[in-house]
């Protein structure tokens, strides 16, 4: 079975800083997508950014980017020019392509931006 | 589109009465996937379908609840009977195959 870790439990940065969170995860498959989530306060799940497994360009969505390393199962996303509506709780996930295809997810980073 | 739309946004009930979460995906969408928020458990998915049949319900806790999607346009979630421990932001979501999940702005979930 698929497992998603994120070891960061929270982090603090201040605004305009960039931040990485890291995110790594556990498969024998060799094709599948990953996303990143974002969670604000008004508990809303928001999509950031998707990868899929058979890119090797990393994706990227304005101010948020990935570092998708497939080898060492690592997909971590950096948020360049950090700003107070980035703080939310970030997600990170994993869609098999191959039979059951549903979402597994990480346990989430606590990011904090502060002014 | 109107997106994922879940009712009620609130709902307090006390223990032992029944509840009933819903779910209306994006038309178009033939995946339906149920999770459950807590502090302490994180996201749990508790049950998903594929063109309205159950694929895997392992992470449905107990025998008190159930699920069912009568047609590709509504999904209920059901609880009987509730339990305090049960309190919990219930998501629904919906998919395309290999595409991100969009989400319901979820039912939380107050069981006294």
């Not at chain 1, 079975?1 to 940065?13: R, Y």
């Not at chain 1, 995110?23 to 974002?38: A, G, H, I, Q």
Request: glycine share 4%.
């Amino acid at each position: 079975a698929q497992t998603v870790t994120q070891s960061q439990p929270e982090m603090s940065v201040q605004e305009a800083e960039t931040v990485t969170l890291s995110c790594t995860y556990d498969t024998s498959e060799n094709n599948y997508y990953l996303f990143w989530y974002k969670q604000p306060p008004s508990r809303q799940m928001i999509l950031v950014i998707r990868q899929e497994a058979y890119k090797q360009q990393n994706a990227t969505e304005n101010r948020f980017s990935v570092n998708f390393q497939k080898a060492a199962k690592s997909f971590s996303l950096k948020i360049s020019d950090s700003q107070l509506g980035d703080t939310a709780m970030y997600f990170c996930a994993f869609r098999s392509v191959q039979g059951a295809q549903k979402l597994v997810f990480g346990q989430g980073t606590r990011l904090t931006i502060n002014p | 589109d109107a997106g994922v739309i879940q009712s009620p946004r609130h709902e307090v009930t006390e223990m032992g009465q029944e509840v009933t979460l819903r779910c209306k995906p994006i038309s178009g969408h033939d995946y339906l996937f149920w999770y459950r928020q807590t502090m302490m458990r994180g996201l749990e998915l508790l049950i998903y379908f594929n063109n309205n049949v159950p694929i895997d319900d392992s992470g449905m806790p107990e025998d008190r609840f159930s699920a069912k999607m009568p047609n590709a346009s509504f999904s209920t979630l059901k609880i009987q009977p509730s339990e305090p421990r049960d309190s919990a932001v219930y998501f629904c979501a919906s998919s395309l195959s290999y595409s991100p999940l969009h989400f319901g702005n979820g039912t939380r979930l107050t069981v006294t």
